[in-house]
């Protein structure tokens, strides 16, 4: 995969996303990964020169059929006590297609080819051997070339959510290299 090489290097040199993905792990939950603004916000700030900061949730994705809505609040809590400073989200995949109006999710890197943006669907872990892992389903182009395009679930009757978040979370403002690329 073109850029990953590069994406793991900016994690794992990244003191404060180190330490977060070392947390997360230690969980041990299944399909775990942190994805979303976590590694594309770090992809584009570091493509703008921007400092490496990170002022949003972080976005903790799992996939278990077994478990049930609180355990996403327990998991939570428990990184919370973790990290007390970190806004943390989780949530387990195997749940979500119901939110989203989809077919059930096969794992948690099929739920995330049913996210609004390509450059989003992007998610990290570290192994148990302490690398960095990738989850791409739409590869690392887009974010890397500075592109904000809908995912195919986002192209047409979904594409007004689309917009509304490239409007609301100020995108273009934040990092003007980008451009928003037009399906329709």
Known sequence: MRHAQELRDLMVNDAFRCR???LVRSLKLDDCWIGAGFVRNAVWNNLHNNPSVHDGDI????FDEKANKSTD???EANLSEL???IKWSVKNQARMHTRNSDAPYASTIDAMRYWPETATAIAVRLSNQ??????APFGLGDPYG????PTPSFQKDKRHIFDDRVKKKNWLSIWPQLEVVDWR
Do not use: F, G, M, N
């Open 73 to 75: 609040r327990e998991i």
């Open 20 to 22: 977060v993905l070392s």
């Open 59 to 62: 976005d903790v994705i799992w």
């Open 146 to 149: 500075l592109k904000v395009k």
């Open 130 to 135: 302490c690398q960095c892992e990738i989850a």
């Open 83 to 85: 990290e007390p400073t």
